[in-house]
């Protein structure tokens, strides 16, 4: 993935496939790391191509 994908990924917000910019993607899982990262197994069925979303912890709230 192009740094230019990746940037156009992220404005979007996850909601478009980098490679073909449709919008009928799916998400799968959830993995949480030690290290306060975690990951999911994202798949376009537009062009049939996956990739892992990724994230950092940035905060918590409490669930009242």
Excluded at 24 to 33: H, L, M, N, R, S
Aim: hydrophobic share 30%; proline share 3%; with cysteine.
């Amino acid at each position: 993935m192009t740094p230019n994908m990746q940037k156009k990924y992220l404005e979007s917000k996850g909601a478009i496939c980098p490679f073909c910019n449709s919008n009928d993607v799916e998400a799968f899982g959830f993995e949480v790391e030690e290290n306060g990262t975690a990951s999911q197994a994202v798949h376009c069925n537009g062009c049939d191509r996956s990739w892992d979303d990724l994230y950092t912890l940035t905060g918590a709230e409490e669930i009242l």
